[in-house]
Each structure stands twice: as structure tokens, then as C-alpha cells.
Nanobody, 120 residues
Framework: QVQLVESGGGLVQRGGSLKLSCAAS????????MAWYRQAPGKQRELVAL???????NYADSVKGRFTISRDIAKNTVYLQMNSLKPEDTAVYYC??????????????WGQGTQVTVSS
């Protein structure tokens, strides 16, 4: 079973920075896109940033210019550098990866989530 393990969340003041990491492991044949989502209390889960297998990136308008997604293909790891954090960035952040476990089996997997809290 593919496993995604996130780390790097925590409590930070407005204007501060955090870097999230998500490492994928177990039964990985290949990984295509990797992404970060977030879910605030009472709100739907939303896409924050995505990076394709080719390295193209997309960001939610609310984080453009402040967040940067990157990946280390050799380590099956995706990162999210978050700068100039705002209280509205407070949420549980989830990692998602499009993983193939063999030539014919590919689907999305989720991490367990990591809490990010930005105080005002």
C-alpha cells in the first residue's frame, strides 16, 4: 500500500514561513503529479498547488507569489514553501500524489494531513 507521510506543519505568526514535506513510499512504480490541498474548518478541501511529472506548476490565486511547490523525484518527495503566511492560510494541509504501482494500476493517494495555524 502506498504511503504518503507529511511533516512540517505547526504554529506561526502572521508574516512567517513554514515548509511542508510529503514523502511517498511503498510499492511505487512511478509518480505523475503531486499536489497540496488544504481544508479549513467548515470549508471544502481546496487545491493549493500542483506540480506535474514534467515540473509544471499551478497555484490557487490566493497563494500565488507566496507559496512555492517543488519536488525531489529521486526521493519521491514534494515540498510546499509557504511565505508571508496569513491567518486565512490556517487549515489542515494534505498531500496528494498520482501513483502507479505497476504498468496498469494508477490512482490518487492522500496523506494524513498536517495542521498549519497562523496567528494574528
Amino acid at each position: 500500500q502506498v504511503q504518503l507521510v507529511e511533516s512540517g506543519g505547526g504554529l506561526v505568526q502572521r508574516g512567517g514561513s513554514l515548509k511542508l514535506s510529503c514523502a511517498a513510499s511503498r510499492n511505487i512504480f512511478s509518480i505523475n503529479a503531486m499536489a497540496w490541498y488544504r481544508q479549513a474548518p467548515g470549508k471544502q478541501r481546496e487545491l493549493v498547488a500542483l506540480i506535474t511529472g514534467g515540473g509544471s506548476t499551478n497555484y490557487a490565486d490566493s497563494v500565488k507569489g507566496r507559496f512555492t511547490i517543488s519536488r525531489d523525484i529521486a526521493k519521491n518527495t514534494v515540498y510546499l514553501q509557504m511565505n508571508s503566511l496569513k491567518p486565512e492560510d490556517t487549515a489542515v494541509y494534505y498531500c496528494n500524489a498520482d501513483v502507479a504501482t505497476d504498468w496498469s494500476s494508477r490512482r490518487g493517494y492522500w496523506g494524513q494531513g498536517t495542521q498549519v495555524t497562523v496567528s494574528s
